[in-house]
C-alpha cells in the first residue's frame, strides 16, 4: 500500500486542521494516524477500522480530533479541532491489514508524514 498525506500547516491555537491520506494499492483493515512531536517518540492519535467505520481514538485528541474515510476514493481524513500548541509534530497516515492493535509496529504501510504547528 503507498500512502500520500497532505494538509499539514500552521495554525494558531484553537484553529482547526484537516489532514488527508491518499492510499492506493490493496485495501486495508485498518487506517490510522500517528504523530512525532518534535524530540519525541512517535504516538498513536486514530485509527479506523475500514469496513465498519469504527474508530479508536488516544485519549489525548478525543473530543477535539475526528477520523473518517472514503471507500470510493480509498481515502482517509483527519479533522483536528480546537488545535493546542502540544499537538505540534509531524503526522503520519499508516495501514494496516488488521484491526484490534494500535502499535506502530501492526501497521506496515507509511506515509511520508505532514507537520502541523499550532502556534500559542
Known amino acids: 500500500v503507498q500512502l500520500q498525506a497532505s494538509g499539514g500547516g500552521l495554525v494558531h491555537a484553537g484553529g482547526s486542521l484537516r489532514l488527508s491520506c491518499a492510499a492506493s494499492g490493496r485495501r486495508s483493515g485498518a487506517m490510522a494516524w500517528f504523530r512525532q512531536p518534535p524530540g519525541k517518540e512517535r504516538e498513536f492519535v486514530v485509527a479506523?477500522?475500514?469496513?465498519?467505520?469504527?474508530?479508536y481514538y488516544a485519549d489525548s485528541v478525543k473530543g477535539r480530533f475526528t477520523i473518517s474515510r472514503d471507500n470510493a476514493k480509498n481515502m482517509a481524513f483527519l479533522q483536528m479541532n480546537n488545535l493546542k500548541p502540544e499537538d505540534t509534530a509531524v503526522y503520519y497516515c499508516?495501514?494496516?491489514?488488521?484491526?484490534?492493535?494500535?502499535?506502530?509496529?501492526?501497521?506496515?504501510?507509511w506515509g511520508q508524514g505532514t507537520l502541523v504547528t499550532v502556534s500559542s
Open positions: 479506523i477500522r475500514w469496513i465498519l467505520g469504527d474508530a
Open positions: 499508516a495501514a494496516a491489514k488488521d484491526w484490534g492493535w494500535f502499535e506502530a509496529s501492526n501497521f506496515d504501510s
